[in-house]
């Protein structure tokens, strides 16, 4: 079935190091792939997505390729900042029938940036 | 605020208590969902569903019970709880086939005693 794997955490950093997250997916189809982010405490926020392949996302300074031959969508930043500590999602939509969508997320990576 | 408000945002019950979760968008969206984010499994998908029809049901326990009576609402009926189902549950919504960008609440925390 559909899935989406992410590298284990968590990831510790100091700031300003550069960061990589890996993510891989199994679909059928063409999927849409987005990563989300969660600070403490609170909801998932969007933080870049893509909807075909060699798309590249990017927000924050954060960016994410859509790889159609290697299945990939890793998260890259360049230098990160304390602010960025929280857990990263990475996930793909589905279309659905009737119109909706589901959405499947790997498992979360928690990244904590000390100063 | 992504627009999607969820209430409260604490909860503790007992596990012969009822309550109820609520979910509120004025995105004008057509699809809402539950999800549960328990602390050492991924993102779980409970209920979908789309233009006020559930279309999905991801083998959830009867004593959750959604309800929507309107795109902008959503509900989670709760009762007979047992401590394992203390976890955050998160709603969502979504525009549907032309949008493919899910906007979150903040979660109800949960915790059953």
């Known amino acids: 079935g559909d899935s989406v794997t992410q590298m284990e955490g968590p990831v510790t950093l100091s700031e300003e190091a550069f960061l990589t997250i890996n993510c891989t997916y199994t679909?059928?189809?063409?999927?849409?792939l987005f990563w989300y982010v969660q600070y403490p405490g609170e909801g998932l926020q969007l933080l870049l997505k893509a909807t075909k392949a060699d798309d590249k996302g990017s927000n924050k300074g954060f960016e994410a390729t859509y790889r159609k031959e290697t299945t990939s969508f890793h998260l890259e930043k360049g230098s990160v900042q304390v602010s960025d500590s929280a857990v990263y999602f990475c996930?793909?939509?589905?279309?659905?029938?009737?119109?909706?969508?589901?959405?499947?997320f790997g498992k979360g990576t928690k990244l904590t940036v000390n100063p | 605020e992504t627009g999607v408000t969820q209430t409260p945002r604490h909860l503790v019950m007992g596990m012969t208590n009822k309550k109820s979760l609520k979910c509120e968008q004025h995105l004008g969206h057509n699809a809402m969902y539950w999800y549960k984010q328990s602390a050492k499994k991924p993102l779980e998908l409970m209920f979908v569903y789309n233009f006020k029809e559930q279309t999905e049901n991801n083998s959830v326990p009867s004593r959750f019970s959604p309800e929507c009576p309107n795109s902008s609402h959503l509900f989670l009926h709760l009762h007979t709880l047992q401590p394992e189902d203390s976890a955050l549950y998160l709603c969502?919504?979504?525009?549907?086939?032309?949008?493919?960008?899910?906007?979150f609440g903040q979660g109800t925390r949960l915790t059953v005693v």
């Open positions: 996930a793909l939509t589905i279309p659905y029938q009737g119109g909706s969508e589901k959405l499947v």
């Open positions: 679909a059928t189809g063409y999927p849409s």
């Open positions: 969502a919504s979504s525009q549907g086939p032309e949008s493919t960008e899910a906007f």
